[in-house]
């Protein structure tokens, strides 16, 4: 499960920011995640109550925004939403296409709790 990994990062990210900004708690913690990725929403939040026991997070929330994916076909053009990372396009059908989003994976903000 790399969902575990990704958790401890995210700990890793807002602990520090919290730190770095006088935080004693966070409520919460805002990712975005891409629908790409592969990372199992779920997963990770379950990840994520292991890893923050004991520390500043350890009442944080995580909450996750997923970003939808999309791709352009270079040969046609078209824009449209794939399923998979993997893709074809679904005008022409060929597989010569770019994903332009869906493949995110950011701490987008960290909530203090309210002393």
């Known amino acids: ?6 958790a401890m990062r995210i700990v890793d990210i807002a602990s520090k920011v919290a ?7 966070v409520e919460a913690v805002n990712v975005q995640i891409g629908a790409l990725t592969g990372i199992v929403p779920e997963a990770l939040l379950f990840s994520f109550e292991a890893a923050v026991k004991g520390g500043c ?3 944080a929330r995580l909450v ?7 791709a352009r076909c270079n040969q046609c053009q078209t824009a449209f939403s794939p399923e998979h990372f993997f893709t074809v396009c679904t005008t022409c059908g060929t597989t010569d296409c770019d994903i332009i989003n869906g ?3 950011f701490v987008q903000s960290i909530i203090p709790a309210d002393s």
Do not use: S
Not at 1 to 6: A, P
Not at 19 to 25: I, L, P, T, V, W
Not at 64 to 70: A, L
């Open 19 to 25: 730190e770095e900004n006088g935080a004693q708690q």
């Open 1 to 6: 499960m790399h969902e575990l990994g990704i």
């Open 57 to 59: 997070l350890e009442k």
């Open 103 to 105: 493949k995110e994976l």
């Open 64 to 70: 996750i925004n997923i970003i939808p994916g999309k």
